[in-house]
């Protein structure tokens, strides 16, 4: 317990340097000894505050999802970007651009939902199918069927002149969070305690299907469950904040490695170091090439490619 505090101190620590790193000067000396003045405020209070709360929901949402689908897919080479669920999320924002653009945020959230619910769907419905043989081939089917989704939404994208707005949420940036435009990632953070409260289910769930109907376990409901949070967490960070790739794989598996697949006990540690992990990235995003900010998406992507490396090298006994 008493590291889990020593973590949430070091998490806390993280989200105070976050708020004070930007183009615009916002000294925390000048806030505690009331000198500073309204623009400085307004900043703090419209563009870095909702920017770290930001983060830290989609970075615990996002590692808790990747865990979830992991466990669903019993594989661990899975993460909502690697099996097509952020690539559906974004064909559905295609959707509502295209016959709904005024949609408000939370509808707009609720078909990337959908679509992310369809595409996940599909993904178990080909892992089903398809007779695998080797651990490694669940996240190429998923890369590939990610890959044609994409080529499709870009297609259409290109058809209508909507290349640009596509763009924007294609990589993972923060940069553009304000307040009034980050509150639908609060339903990541009540499906994050859903997964908790179901922590035990899906850690049963994870062992298969028949072990679980034998111990009295609705396999079919955990699974609809599991796909519904999986589905509307990436939904909710697609619309927010863009797709932020790697983040499901590096966090579960690390935690993984150090304490087991008993999700109960481990879903906290998950939460917090996905946290830590974005705050991080986007602190390196923010200060590598300032005054100009590198994505946060790019950066994950670069770690989370050679951690996605690290998996594919490691011997075979170790990763099964």
């Known amino acids: 317990m008493k590291y889990l505090i020593s973590a949430s101190l070091l998490i806390i620590c993280l989200a105070a340097v976050s708020l004070f790193v930007g183009v615009s000067d916002v000294s925390l000396a ?11 405020i307004m900043v703090l209070a419209v563009s870095r505050i909702p920017r770290t709360i930001a983060l830290l929901l989609a970075g615990s949402g996002m590692a808790i999802a990747g865990t979830i689908l992991q466990m669903l897919a019993r594989n ?5 970007s690697t099996t097509g669920t952020v690539e559906s999320a974004g064909l559905g924002m295609l959707v509502v651009l295209l016959v709904a653009p005024d949609l408000p945020v939370m509808a707009k959230m609720l078909v990337a939902a959908v679509f992310a619910l369809a595409g996940t769907g599909l993904f178990l419905a080909v892992l089903r199918a398809m007779p695998l043989r080797s651990i490694l081939m669940v996240p190429l089917v998923g890369i590939m069927l990610g890959g044609m989704i994409s080529a499709v939404t870009t297609f259409f994208a290109y058809r209508f002149d909507l290349l640009q ?44 299907e028949e072990f679980s109907t034998n111990l009295g376990l609705n396999y079919q409901r955990i699974m609809a469950i599991g796909l519904v949070i999986v589905s509307m967490v990436t939904a909710s960070v697609v619309v927010t904040a863009g797709v932020v790739p790697f983040l499901g794989l590096i966090v579960p598996n690390l935690v993984s490695m150090a304490m087991g697949d008993n999700l109960r006990r481990s879903l906290p540690w998950i939460g917090l170091c996905g946290a830590g992990l974005i705050l991080v990235c986007d602190i390196i995003g923010r200060t590598i090439n300032a005054p100009f900010e590198i994505p946060v998406g790019t950066v994950l992507g670069v770690i989370g490619s050679l951690f996605f490396l690290y998996l594919l090298l490691r011997r075979p006994s170790r990763v099964a």
């Open 165 to 208: 707005s596509m763009g924007a949420w294609a990589n993972g940036d923060f940069s553009a969070v304000l307040r009034g435009r980050y509150e639908t990632l609060w339903v990541a953070f009540a499906l994050t305690i859903a997964a908790y409260i179901a922590a035990d289910r899906f850690t049963v769930a994870g062992m298969g």
């Open 30 to 40: 000048r806030i505690i000894d009331g000198t500073a003045d309204q623009r400085q």
């Open 76 to 80: 661990r080479f899975v993460e909502p």
